[in-house]
């Protein structure tokens, strides 16, 4: 079972992408949006932004497991700079390549969080709540990539 603060928290990190989607729905919530917090905040913009964040902090988990696990030590390390390392080379070139290499990276990310699992580096609901929050990621940036 997930440990709830995880669950949570990890759901509520899922509000940037769903906002994003939200103002390119809504050009009124985008308007507003605007208006009060910037430009960087609607659209496929914050849905970048935030990506590239998420992919750069799950490398610091991954980094974080990989020191658990000494014989698999130098893959792991290898493979833990991997999505930050894809968010810097591949995330740019206006939206349409940035949302198609965030796609890319957060399916690559599930890919080396599903070793690491088999490795047995993560707690064993790691793949569940990894599942859960990958999914939405991925929807939301097609959307932002279909409706922007």
């Known amino acids: ?16 992408f ?9 050009p009124a919530l985008a ?3 605007l ?15 935030y990506g590239v964040v998420i992919l750069c902090f ?19 390390y290898a493979l833990s700079v991997g999505p930050a390392l894809w968010a810097f ?3 740019g070139g206006g939206p349409v390549q940035a949302l198609t290499a965030l796609i890319t990276g957060f399916v690559l ?3 080396i969080d599903l070793q690491f699992s088999r490795w047995g580096l993560t707690p064993r609901w790691w793949m569940q709540l990894r599942l859960i929050l990958t999914v939405p990621v991925v929807l939301c940036l097609a959307a932002g990539l279909w409706l922007g």
């Open 58 to 76: 799950m490398s610091g988990v991954l980094w974080g497991f990989a020191a658990r696990g000494a014989e698999a030590a130098w893959t792991g």
């Open 89 to 91: 080379f591949f995330v």
């Open 18 to 26: 769903l906002w994003g989607v939200a103002t390119l729905l809504s």
């Open 35 to 49: 208006d009060v917090i910037g430009p960087r905040f609607t659209g496929p913009f914050v849905m970048i932004a």
């Open 109 to 111: 990310l599930l890919v």
């Open 31 to 33: 308007q507003l949006t």
């Open 1 to 16: 079972m997930i440990p709830r603060p995880a669950l949570i928290l990890g759901l509520s990190g899922l509000l940037p």
